[in-house]
Structures are given as structure tokens and as C-alpha cells.
């Protein structure tokens, strides 16, 4: 099992605690955010990681080093950020055959990344249910297939199931990620890339009702430290 860790953003909404550190090593409950998702990937067997740095990445390469008990860690940099997308299209060559894809600022059990490494599709998204879905991607499934994601729909969301931001992809992901078009956001969104291939049905969903710990901004940061 291997997986690549998004870890590359500004960390604009953590402000000012990402004033001169990324997001990912701000801390919650006394390890960084990072140390947290390399450890729920630990526990589901993962034995590599890429993590895609950005925003003064190089102290992430120096918190964390080469290795994560015993999970072999390598980096590759997104020099200007351009989406999670972008981002993913990153690490091509750097991974065969299928990999998980999580993000370094969304917390979810080990359980989760084991359910996703079972599908076999070329796409595999993790679904969630969510009180406020117009802050996230909502999904579209049809039966056992994944129809689409909606990105942060406007006006009333056609549902309240919402990607909960883990993956699992094949190499056609990448493929798929030279051919999307830069979004309305200005970026080039993954969800674009699997919606794509979701048109031609070889994308795939698992649901996912355990713990999620989506922080983003301070507000969510601070609301994860009550739980």
C-alpha cells in the first residue's frame, strides 16, 4: 500500500499560525497535522508515502525526514500552487500501480484507507454525510457507481453527501489530469480529473461514517481540539 499526502498549500485560513511554518506541521492535540494522517495511513498498512510540498516545504522535509516508523517518506514539490490536481499530476513517475491519495489536513480512521485499497476501479472516492455540504464537493452516485462531484455547489446542493477528501486511484488518474481545464477557482481541481472518468465508469465510491477531521482554518482547528 502507498499513498501521496497533498501537503502543499498556503495555509491562508490558518493564519497567522502559518505565518512562518506550513499547515501541515501546525499542531493539534501536540503532533503536527501531517503526523496525524501519516499515522492513520501507518496503521492501515501503508508502507510508503510521497508527500507534495509547497509553502516553505523544506521544514517538512526536516520535521519528518525520510522515514515515518518505518513508512518509507519521499517528497516532491509543487512550486506554484495550482490545485489539488496539479498537485496529484505531481508524483506522475514517482508511483506504479494503484495509490491512495489523502490530504494533510483531513484526519479520518485507518479503516477508511483500507475500504478504499479493496475497490478495484481506477477511481475510488470516499463519501460522507454532512450538515453544511455547500462547503465541499457533493456527490452524484448512481447505484455503486460515482456519477459525480459537484465542487462547492451554488444555490441549494442537490444532496447532503460530500467528498470527504481520500482516494484511490489507478494510473489512468493521471491521464486524466493532462486533460482537465484549469476551474472558474483558477486552479485544476482532482475532482475534475474523476469526474472524468466517472463519464466513463471507471469511477467508484466507498462510504465512510467514522470520524473526519476536515481542518482548514482556525475555526475548525479550534472546533477539532473540543472533540
Known amino acids: 500500500m502507498?499513498?501521496?499526502?497533498?501537503?502543499?498549500?498556503?495555509?491562508?485560513?490558518?493564519?497567522?499560525?502559518?505565518?512562518?511554518?506550513?499547515?501541515?506541521?501546525?499542531?493539534?492535540?501536540?503532533?503536527?497535522?501531517?503526523?496525524?494522517?501519516?499515522e492513520s495511513l501507518k496503521k492501515a498498512g501503508a508502507k510508503e508515502a510521497l508527500v507534495i510540498i509547497g509553502y516553505k516545504g523544506q521544514l517538512v522535509e526536516k520535521r519528518f525526514g525520510t522515514s515515518f516508523k518505518g513508512m518509507k517518506l519521499k517528497y516532491v514539490e509543487q512550486r506554484i500552487p495550482m490545485g489539488t490536481g496539479h498537485a496529484v499530476l505531481q508524483a506522475k513517475g514517482e508511483v506504479k500501480g494503484r495509490f491512495l491519495v489523502g490530504s494533510g489536513d483531513v484526519?479520518?480512521?485507518?479503516?477508511?484507507?483500507?475500504?478504499?485499497?479493496a475497490k478495484k476501479e481506477q477511481a475510488v472516492i470516499a463519501l460522507r454525510k454532512e450538515k453544511h455540504p455547500e462547503k465541499f464537493g457533493v456527490a452524484i452516485v448512481k447505484g455503486k457507481k460515482l456519477e459525480k462531484i459537484i465542487e462547492k455547489p451554488k444555490g441549494k446542493p442537490t444532496g447532503n453527501i460530500v467528498n470527504a477528501g481520500a482516494y484511490?486511484?489507478?494510473?489512468?488518474?493521471?491521464?486524466?489530469?493532462?486533460?482537465?481545464?484549469?476551474?472558474?477557482r483558477g486552479e485544476f481541481e482532482l475532482t475534475d480529473a474523476v469526474n472524468a472518468l466517472?463519464?466513463?465508469?471507471?469511477?467508484?465510491?466507498?462510504?465512510?461514517?467514522?470520524?473526519?477531521?476536515?481542518?482548514g482554518t482556525m475555526a475548525e482547528l479550534n472546533k477539532a481540539k473540543k472533540r
Open 107 to 117: 484526519i479520518i480512521q485507518p479503516s477508511l484507507w483500507k475500504k478504499l485499497w
Open 198 to 215: 466517472a463519464r466513463k465508469g471507471k469511477a467508484s465510491y466507498v462510504k465512510y461514517r467514522g470520524k473526519c477531521l476536515d481542518i
Open 168 to 184: 484511490c486511484f489507478g494510473q489512468k488518474i493521471f491521464k486524466a489530469l493532462e486533460r482537465i481545464k484549469m476551474s472558474p
Open 2 to 38: 502507498k499513498a501521496i499526502i497533498l501537503a502543499a498549500g498556503l495555509g491562508k485560513r490558518m493564519m497567522p499560525l502559518t505565518e512562518k511554518k506550513p499547515k501541515a506541521l501546525v499542531e493539534f492535540n501536540g503532533k503536527p497535522l501531517l503526523w496525524h494522517v501519516l
